[in-house]
């Protein structure tokens, strides 16, 4: 993917998807993924390359024949700024949503509902960075930026002892 989601002054635009065939060696964009806005984040599925979903600037996009048709899963007014998969179950997905928090999707990326929404825990909550344990994928781990009100320095860190459910400070 293309394109810098994250909004800063030095932000590089995207121009969609590429696509690569043979290892890396040569690259095609893929036109059908240009109005995607900026890719910030691409997930792909290990037991099926063909089945690939990407974060942007307008939400989430999810392909299951690489690339040739995509479907706009999670509509967004905020960037999409991260995705993670359960290293154990590829169904389970998780996106950060800037100004917004966590969505989750326990199909696929077919659905996507609130995981964690930032006005539960602080409305100052902006840009949110997510890792599932690959020791235990029952764990989420969830480190957040605010402008003001943080606690460590503008930042808050979040743990999940149940997929995502609840969260902990």
Known sequence: GTGEPYGNLGAIGGSGVYKTTDGGSTWTNLPNTASFGDVGRIIINPTDKDN????TTSGIYRTTDGGSNWSQTYNSSGTVQDLDSDPTDFNIQYGSVGNFGIVKSIDGGLTWSTSFDRAN????????ELAVSAADSNYVYLSVYSASGGTYTNTD???SDDKGVTYTK
């Open 157 to 159: 860190f979040y743990v």
């Open 121 to 128: 825990f602080n409305g100052n909550h902006s840009r949110f």
């Open 52 to 55: 690939i979903l990407v974060g």
